[in-house]
């Protein structure tokens, strides 16, 4: 019997080694070949950014000169108050537009709450530009209401902030509505049984549930503003931004160094509001109970009325903007013939490529759903559910959130100098689709990773334990198990891949060559160009394929709840 | 508190001859600085049922994750039938697992599931379907093949979990912690099943349990441990009957510790009160030490034939427990904490006990043990 209890130190003997099984071996190669591919991916490109921003024009190292010149030339360093003003009035606009919209479609009994959150998320279909389209049409130069500003112009921080604002807007309520989705039933029954009124209620319960979702909100649409291309360079005018210094100082003046100086400037507050916004999420998930009661709303119909006003007046302008670029898309000539005619669909008179960039950006779109959902699930799952190299996987972990704190456009940019590098032996990859494809899937990694890594983690910690046990190799539990789990979560990724290649322009603008031309750059083009109306037509053809998406994906995650799901019964 | 009295048949192995067939050799795990296992050796005999036994963070599980080659030890061996197994992956060691998620496959049928590990073994269909037939006629569940987990019961998916390990046959059957998620009436019933289950097949098992009542009905042998080291190896009524260590004491079923000096090897002083006990091994008198013994070993029937270790007590408190009384006494003796009683239904009519009366009781010498303090 041993019973001494020894304090001792184990003695100094090389802990045995486990030899590996086979499909340990592959795991491990996947996790290295994951880390391979976000290295070049993703922290090769940025590494070239930084770097760049160090040099002269030339190449050589030239140490902080280049921000030297940034600060102190006036023209250069206004833009970037101009970003940040912006963006913080957009922030202060749509942060209490939004919780009021978010509150009523989930603490108050309106009618039409899924008609309200449907129209509400309609501008995620469509690139930024076009709602910058759709106010120029509104209120520019020809436009129909322009009364309605009393002689101010909409080119400028007012377009861009209006623009911006329903540009956020769908984004921000998506997280308000996830944050003002838990509610503890039992806390608001406890407070109205001492006796509190509601106004005490909604101060003393409801807002510090939802402390942390606002701030993740502001934060969340503060960056957005902040990196957006497409509104400044659609509705900007004279008014410079960071994003469209950025583009330039590259596309336009050629200064590399200079570009990526902006691009540094472009980032810091991204990677800022990122790092907060990540301590303040830690804060929210410590919030939920598993005790917790769901809320259920009660009618009240004053308030109830009242809120149903208020979600009228904020979606029907947020639709309608969208609603009168597809329609003056149709138009023959803006304003003085107003009859209806496809002639501004048929691209090729208008642009060069013509039709063929809306096919390039299918091709580009198909290729990041199924590319970009193979890697993300696979190496979810490699971090989730193998063991070893503690050191690469730590690695993997970092660089698989790097992307949401990383603006498009400064990521494309790191991509030129990297890609572009004569020395580089993948520079052959520079000027086909397949880059953009790599940078797409690289820029929107981090949202499909983090709800990959969810629904991984939803199952059971031990499969993976149970297979090994009854010798069967990880990758046919994988096959047999965790994909047809997760094949909901596997479709969602792959649409969420598809829209936003679909829609992205901010990454792509420094890496299209003519023949990969994708639609959203075509209606950058066009528009520049002047052929407002043909922008918009391609912008309600993305719209039109990223809602036909959609409506597949609906369809089919129905079917495919009825038909393979069925072990979710009871 | 049950304590098993019958002795067991079965195929209880006869541990003085055999060879081990488990060896679970000096194994150290260190987390850091943090030894969660400190030296820790035992055997297991073919056709054994062990119980790993210990309150949480003792060590019980992360043993069992070594053991099942989930985990690597810092030092140490795992001798499988004579054989080394420490080196190897979990996929290459033949055990038998069943946790305490259950763990099931939850979009495969149980056929599915536990047919699992048998296309490993590159059977053939219809064995395969003989096998698995086989396994569920066993569980007693053999209709129930074409059903997903999630339509089965908590203690139905315990039963498909257990097939499932048992299916591919293997060499040790390895629990951890199974019964945890079952309510109390099933817990119980799946006890008896499992350990009856086991014996039918004669497979060497190992069960982590927290629940000292789980270890007692179920294992041929307890290890009980606490602190990443083991305070004792036994069988069920050895560790019942005679706990090595005051954790042990305290661990296992219920206990009064009380305070006291060891007068001489057969007294020990407890406040005003001199008891006799059985003589404690490596103490020395005037040693302080504590006294230990269990509720049900105090004799309540005051006039009886006992005549050594009577306490005058007043009865504080009587808690009615469904199948006896625990009384809360207060010795007359000063000094003294209250100490514990389980007073049978019967005793209690016969005697006329109640809050407030004065009894006097006594403590058999043979069932107090005693331990050196600190």
């Keep these: 019997m041993a019973t001494a209890v020894s304090t001792a130190l184990a003695p100094a003997v090389r802990a045995p080694r486990q030899k590996l099984a086979r499909d340990e071996w592959i795991a491990r ?37 280049n921000f030297v010149t940034y600060f102190s030339t006036p023209t250069l360093f206004v833009s970037f108050w101009n970003s940040v003003s912006v963006a913080l009035v957009t922030t202060a606009i749509v942060l209490p537009g939004t919780f009021a919209y978010a509150y009523a479609l989930t603490r108050s009994g309106m009618r039409g709450k899924s008609v309200f959150a449907g129209l509400a998320l309609i501008p995620i279909l469509a690139p930024s530009l076009l709602q910058a389209i759709g106010l120029i049409y509104l209120f520019g130069n020809q436009g129909l209401v322009r009364g309605l500003l009393l002689g101010n112009s909409i080119y400028g921080s007012l377009g861009i902030t209006i623009g911006e604002a329903i540009y956020c807007f769908p984004h921000a309520l998506m997280i308000l509505v996830t944050a003002l989705s838990i509610a503890d039933a039992r806390l608001y029954d406890s407070a109205e049984a001492l006796g509190a009124s509601p106004r005490r209620v909604f101060f003393t319960v409801t807002l510090p549930g939802v402390k942390y979702g606002i701030m993740s909100t502001a934060l969340v649409v503060f960056t957005l503003v902040i990196t957006d291309f497409g509104i400044p360079k659609v509705i900007g005018g004279r008014f410079n931004v960071l994003a469209t210094d950025v583009y330039k100082q590259v596309i336009g003046q050629q200064n590399f160094g200079m570009g990526a100086v902006v691009g540094m400037m472009l980032l810091v507050p991204a990677v800022l509001a990122f790092v907060a916004e990540r301590l303040v999420q830690r804060r929210q998930t410590a919030l939920l109970t598993a005790r917790a009661v769901p809320f259920v709303p009660r009618r009240k119909p004053v308030t109830d009325w009242l809120l149903f006003a208020f979600c009228a007046l904020v979606a029907v302008p947020v639709v309608s903007l969208l609603g009168v670029a597809a329609w003056a898309s149709l138009i023959k000539f ?29 091709r580009m779109a198909a290729w990041t759903a199924v590319i970009g959902t193979a890697i993300v699930f696979a190496g979810a799952y490699l971090l989730e559910k193998t063991r070893g190299f503690p050191v690469v996987r730590a690695i993997v972990q970092l660089f698989a959130m790097l992307p949401l704190a990383v603006p498009g456009l400064v990521l494309g940019l790191g ?29 929107y990694y981090t949202v499909s990773h983090l709800t990959a890594t969810t629904a991984l983690k939803q199952l059971d910690s031990e499969f993976e334990a149970v297979s090994a046990s009854l010798k069967a190799p990880f990758y046919r539990t994988l096959w047999k198990v965790t994909v047809p789990v997760c094949l909901p979560t596997i479709l969602s990724i792959s649409v969420y891949m598809f829209v936003n290649a679909m829609t992205t322009v901010s990454a792509a603008i420094f890496l299209y060559v003519p023949h990969t031309k994708l639609a959203s750059i075509a209606i950058v083009n066009m528009d520049d160009a002047g052929q407002t109306a043909a922008a918009a037509a391609m912008g309600v053809m993305i719209v039109i394929t990223s809602a036909g998406v959609r409506l597949v994906h609906m369809l089919a995650t129905r079917v495919l709840e009825t038909r393979t799901q069925a072990w979710r019964n009871r | 508190m049950s304590v098993p ?7 209880t192995p006869d541990i003085d001859t055999a060879a081990p067939y488990l060896q679970v050799a000096s194994i ?28 949480s963070g003792c060590g019980k599980t992360t043993l069992l994750r070594i053991i099942m080659g989930l985990e690597i030890q810092s030092v140490g061996r795992i ?5 080394d197994i420490s080196g190897l992956p979990p996929s290459a060691r033949d055990f038998g697992i069943v946790f305490q998620s259950y763990a099931l496959f ?9 047919a699992y590990g048998l296309h490993s073994r590159k059977m053939k269909r219809g064995q395969i379907t003989q096998r698995v037939g086989d396994l569920l006629t066993l569980i007693g569940m053999p209709d129930a093949a074409r059903k997903f987990p999630a339509q089965l019961s908590g203690g139905m998916q315990q039963r498909v979990a257990l097939a499932r390990a048992l299916a591919p046959s293997p060499s040790v059957l390895l629990l951890d912690e199974p019964l945890s998620a079952l309510d109390a009436r099933l817990r119980v019933r799946l006890r008896h099943e499992i350990r009856d289950l086991q014996q039918r097949l004669g497979v060497t098992t190992i069960l982590v349990t927290h629940d000292q009542e789980e270890a007692l009905t179920m294992a041929d042998r307890i290890v009980v441990m606490n602190q990443g080291v083991i305070e004792q190896i036994g069988t069920p009524m050895e560790v019942y009957r005679g706990p090595a260590t005051p954790f042990v004491a305290d661990f296992v079923g219920e206990m009064n510790i009380l305070d ?8 020990v002083r407890v406040g005003t009160t001199e008891l006799t006990c059985e003589p404690a091994d490596g103490l020395a008198p005037g040693d302080e030490v504590r006294v230990c013994f269990r509720p049900e070993d105090v004799d309540v029937r005051s006039g009886g034939a006992a005549t050594t270790n009577l306490m005058p007590v007043e009865i504080v408190a009587l808690d009615f427990l469904g199948s006896f009384y625990r009384a809360t006494l207060k010795p007359a003796a000063v000094g003294t904490a209250d100490v514990r009683a389980d007073v049978a239904i019967h005793l209690h009519r016969e005697f006329g006990l109640a809050p407030g009366k004065t009894i006097t009781v006594s403590l058999p010498a043979d069932r107090i043990r005693v331990f050196s303090k600190g």
């Excluded at chain 1, 591919?37 to 950014?49: E, I, K, R, S």
């Excluded at chain 1, 013939?337 to 013509?354: E, I, T």
């Excluded at chain 2, 009295?5 to 195929?11: A, D, I, M, P, V």
């Excluded at chain 2, 006291?260 to 007294?267: E, M, P, Q, Y």
């Design chain 2, 79 to 83: 001798v499988l039938n004579g054989r």
């Design chain 1, 415 to 443: 991509y030129i100098f990297f890609f572009n590098d004569p020395k580089n032996p993948l520079g052959f990859l520079y000027g086909t689709l397949a880059i953009l494809v790599i940078n797409t899937v690289a820029h």
């Design chain 2, 28 to 55: 150290w795990k260190r987390f850091g600085t943090f030894n969660a296992l400190m030296d820790v050796s035992f055997d297991i005999f073919s056709g054994e049922f062990v119980c790993l036994l210990g309150p």
């Design chain 1, 29 to 65: 190669g996947g996790l290295v070949a994951l880390a391979l591919w976000l290295t070049v991916a993703l922290a090769l490109p940025l590494w070239a950014l930084l770097s760049k921003s160090f040099q002269s024009r030339t190449g050589t190292f030239v140490g902080l000169a």
């Design chain 2, 106 to 114: 939850p979009n495969l049928t149980v056929f599915d599931n536990v």
């Design chain 2, 5 to 11: 009295t019958t002795s067991r048949l079965g195929q």
């Design chain 2, 260 to 267: 006291g000096v060891l007068v001489d090897a057969h007294r």
């Design chain 1, 334 to 362: 803006w304003p003085y013939d107003l009859s209806v005619s496809l002639k501004n669909y048929a691209f090729s008179h208008f642009d060069a490529q013509g039709w063929s960039s809306y096919v390039n950006s299918l």
